[in-house]
């Protein structure tokens, strides 16, 4: 697992998921707009990014005669909240961070202001 630094030329993720899209071992999970939309009924739309990346392993796969298809396709996950979900998403990153990065102690909004920095 592994972010693209949002809104700049990561040009280091754009490798990595160009190669694993050549590659095409695994399917690959982007969330392209990362964000909470706040609109359930609509598949938002893929970023350029995203296509460009699905553009460049296309190239890749026609240079090597590789003779499979590659596909990318958006979905929507519509979901109802009751209440403030703050908390929920919060108790989530805590256990996804203590998964993948080495212990660090932050205040929530420490923490809250890291994550937006890293996409």
């Known amino acids: 697992m592994y972010s693209v630094v949002r809104g700049t030329v990561d040009r280091d993720a754009f490798r990595m998921t160009r190669a694993l899209l050549f590659k095409g071992d695994w399917p690959i999970v982007i969330f392209g707009e990362g964000e909470i939309s706040r609109q359930n009924d609509t598949v938002m739309r893929f970023e350029r990014g995203i296509v460009q990346m ?24 519509k979901y109802h909240y009751p209440r403030d979900m703050w908390n929920s998403i919060d108790t989530a990153l805590t256990r996804l961070e203590r998964y993948i990065l080495p212990p660090a102690e932050q205040t929530p909004v420490e923490r809250y202001d890291r994550l937006r920095r890293n996409r």
């Open 54 to 77: 699905c553009f460049w392993a296309l190239d890749d796969m026609e240079k090597a005669q590789v003779g499979e298809s590659l596909y990318a396709v958006p979905v929507g996950i």
